[in-house]
């Protein structure tokens, strides 16, 4: 919860400050800044062949260079998972935008990267029901693109009813279900996934990315720096590292020759290793 009133606030702080209100606040969510995202390879039947990676690509992904990798391997029951507690509590009345796009590589059964909701419909804190939002049961599922789903009114189905089918959209579930919320407590109840599934799933590749919830957008981006040369920085090199990020080409620079500096007053117990050597470049 303390993530998520976090989220809000920031989301409300650029909507005094920008314009644009609508405009979600980007939050790159790499391998070194997981931003309350956890990467967990369960299996929901044999040990998993699974995996997760952060990765550049494939193709021109719709924010920044890379995006996360879901792997099954032979085991289609393997549930490759990214996942956060971020949204914990969340009432599904209360979402106004909830979308994402995956891209395919190799999908034995038309399949791509979903969305499941671990859900609380009476307010116990013990979950009801899991809903799972899929693309092949919204549109055609094409490989080697990049295409985009719109999961807030798209069709989802339900555990609980046995499903699929039946399927519905979140706003007739919450119809019957005005209590339904995303379970609280600390697990992480928001998972986008692969797998799960058996045969359909088997030796599954394929990758999500641009994920927007309500005010956020995930991008998700293979770690990229430190920069370690000055010139990396230069003819805008700077704006390719996300570990750290740069507002200009002068921070950059700044940061590389902040690591480069040898320490010129080692402390008394200091056992500096460079102690001695000259490799500052000022020809002394
Ligand atoms: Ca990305
Ligand atoms: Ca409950």
Same mark, same amino acid.
């Given at each position: 919860?303390?993530?998520?009133?976090?989220?809000?606030?920031? !989301?409300?702080?650029? &909507?005094?400050?920008? &314009?644009? &209100?609508?405009?979600?606040?980007?939050?790159?969510?790499?391998?070194? +800044?997981?931003?309350?995202? &956890?990467?967990?390879?369960?299996?929901?039947?044999?040990? #998993?062949?699974? #995996?997760?990676?952060?990765?550049?690509?494939? !193709?021109?992904?719709?924010?920044?260079?890379?995006?996360?990798?879901?792997?099954? =391997?032979?085991? *289609?029951?393997?549930?490759?998972?990214?996942?956060?507690?971020? /949204?914990?509590?969340?009432?599904? #009345?209360?979402?106004?935008?909830?979308?994402?796009?995956?891209?395919?590589?190799?999908?034995?059964?038309?399949?791509?990267? /979903?969305?499941?909701?671990?859900?609380?419909?009476?307010?116990? =804190?013990?979950?009801?029901?899991? $809903?799972?939002?899929?693309?092949? /049961?919204?549109?055609t599922v094409t490989a080697n693109t990049w295409? +985009?789903?719109?999961?807030?009114?798209?069709?989802?189905?339900?555990?609980?009813?046995?499903?699929?089918?039946?399927?519905?959209?979140?706003? #007739? /579930?919450?119809?019957?279900?005005?209590?339904?919320?995303? $379970?609280?407590?600390?697990?992480?109840?928001?998972? $986008?996934?692969?797998?799960? *599934? *058996?045969?359909?799933?088997?030796?599954?590749?394929?990758?999500?990315?641009?994920?927007? @919830?309500?005010?956020?957008t995930y991008n998700f981006e293979p770690t990229?720096?430190?920069?370690?040369?000055?010139? %990396?920085?230069?003819?805008?090199?700077?704006?390719?590292?996300?570990?750290?990020?740069?507002?200009?080409?002068?921070?950059? @620079?700044?940061?590389?020759? +902040?690591? %480069?500096?040898?320490?010129?007053?080692?402390?008394?117990?200091?056992?500096?290793?460079?102690? *001695?050597?000259?490799?500052?470049?000022?020809?002394?």
């Amino acid at each position: 919860m303390k993530k998520r009133a976090l989220a809000v606030l920031v !989301g409300g702080v650029l &909507a005094l400050t920008v &314009a644009a &209100a609508a405009v979600a606040a980007t939050v790159t969510v790499t391998p070194a +800044h997981m931003d309350g995202w &956890a990467a967990v390879n369960d299996t929901c039947g044999a040990p #998993s062949t699974g #995996s997760i990676a952060f990765v550049n690509g494939p !193709g021109s992904p719709p924010a920044g260079v890379g995006s996360v990798q879901f792997k099954t =391997g032979s085991n *289609g029951d393997s549930y490759p998972s990214l996942r956060t507690a971020n /949204y914990n509590g969340t009432k599904l #009345s209360s979402l106004t935008a909830l979308d994402y796009w995956t891209y395919v590589s190799v999908a034995p059964g038309s399949q791509a990267a /979903y969305i499941d909701l671990y859900v609380d419909n009476n307010g116990d =804190g013990v979950r009801d029901d899991i $809903l799972t939002f899929e693309p092949v /049961y919204n549109g055609t599922v094409t490989a080697n693109t990049w295409q +985009h789903w719109n999961a807030l009114t798209g069709l989802w189905w339900s555990d609980s009813m046995g499903g699929p089918p039946p399927l519905f959209t979140l706003s #007739s /579930y919450e119809s019957s279900h005005p209590n339904a919320a995303i $379970l609280g407590g600390s697990d992480t109840n928001f998972i $986008l996934a692969a797998g799960c *599934g *058996g045969a359909a799933w088997t030796d599954f590749v394929g990758n999500a990315d641009k994920l927007t @919830v309500n005010g956020t957008t995930y991008n998700f981006e293979p770690t990229i720096g430190p920069p370690t040369s000055k010139e %990396q920085c230069k003819k805008g090199g700077w704006q390719t590292f996300n570990n750290p990020s740069f507002k200009n080409q002068g921070q950059c @620079v700044a940061f590389v020759n +902040h690591q %480069q500096k040898p320490k010129k007053k080692p402390k008394p117990h200091d056992n500096d290793n460079n102690q *001695g050597q000259d490799n500052d470049n000022d020809n002394d």
